[in-house]
């Protein structure tokens, strides 16, 4: 049977690339979509352990204003620490983090006009008590504006639901076109064997010894085409935590790694998918010209 398979599989070369090809890039986007996914999810399991919130202040703040505001955070039960970050530190923050490779831009900011902050964690850390703590400093004199973390993550989760959403969607059109062009692959190898496979039918041989060469056929381009996606997603996502390593990233975004054993996990599931496709899709072909 594996001589049949691979007999098969060189009368149509062109065909059976084309199908191993389109297998590949739609299991691409799938297991990417998915490392979007697994991605988020870290990120918001990252933050319900340390949620913060900042605090804004207006850069012409005055002393006295300062001071209340620093009063009130001392003061309050609610929060567990602070970090008062000054304007000097906020500039470097912002040309270190945002427009390292832009100094066009940064010549733009002057320090004058970038915010100091109270960076704070708050001793609870449900998002119901962080909202409490956080919108009481929304009113304060002085202060220009109050981020919660939370918000932010919502932000990033909507964001990539709507990328993840268009890459899943590709996918699977694609992993449609896929499983077609198996089909066909495996149809015109049967029709080419036609008259092979009538005189099989007439001594004797059963359906299932018919057809299980084309199965292992389409069976063998989805799990190559499989492999070569799974390859294409493990690299992916080592180019991904190359750029989070570097310095020009943000913190926030560090909690958006997925871990290998979460890759190796996405890319077991996509050898299944890749394996059916093939397997569905030869014996869709094979038992449509037997009950012929």
């Not at 609610?78 to 270190?96: G, L, P, W």
């Not at 929304?138 to 932000?155: F, H, L, N, S, Y």
């Not at 926030?252 to 599931?269: C, H, K, M, P, T």
């Amino acid at each position: 049977m594996a001589r049949e398979t691979l007999r098969n599989l060189r009368r149509n070369l062109t065909l059976t690339l084309a199908s191993i090809l389109t297998v590949a890039v739609s299991l691409s986007l799938l297991g990417i979509a998915l490392l979007l996914q697994r991605g988020v999810s870290n990120a918001t399991d990252r933050w319900q352990d340390g949620v913060e919130f900042i605090v804004f202040l207006e850069p012409e703040i005055t002393d006295n204003q300062l001071g209340l505001v620093q009063g009130e955070i001392e003061r309050s039960a609610a929060i567990e620490s602070y970090r008062y970050v000054d304007q000097e530190e906020s500039y470097r923050e912002f040309n270190e983090d945002f427009f390292p490779e832009n100094p066009e831009i940064t010549q733009l900011v002057t320090k004058e006009i970038i915010p100091p902050s109270y960076r704070i964690i708050p001793k609870q850390l449900s998002a119901e008590a962080i909202e409490i703590v956080a919108s009481g400093f929304e009113t304060k004199p002085g202060v220009k504006k109050v981020v919660r973390a939370t918000d932010e993550i919502q932000k990033i989760e909507k964001a990539t639901d709507v990328i993840r959403w268009i890459v899943l969607g590709a996918g699977v059109i694609l992993l449609g076109t896929g499983l077609l062009l198996i089909l066909n692959t495996i149809r015109m190898a049967i029709f080419a064997r036609r008259r092979e496979i009538e005189v099989m039918k007439l001594v004797g041989a059963s359906n299932s010894f018919i057809l299980v060469p084309f199965m292992l056929e389409g069976t063998f381009q989805g799990l190559v085409g499989a492999a070569l996606g799974t390859a294409s997603v493990y690299g992916a996502n080592r180019a991904f935590e190359e750029w989070l390593a570097s310095d020009n990233v943000l913190n926030i975004l560090q909690s958006f790694a997925v871990g290998a054993g979460d890759v190796w996990e996405i890319g077991g599931l996509l050898l299944l998918v890749g394996a059916l496709v093939g397997s569905v899709g030869s014996a869709i072909a094979a038992f449509r010209f037997l009950d012929a």
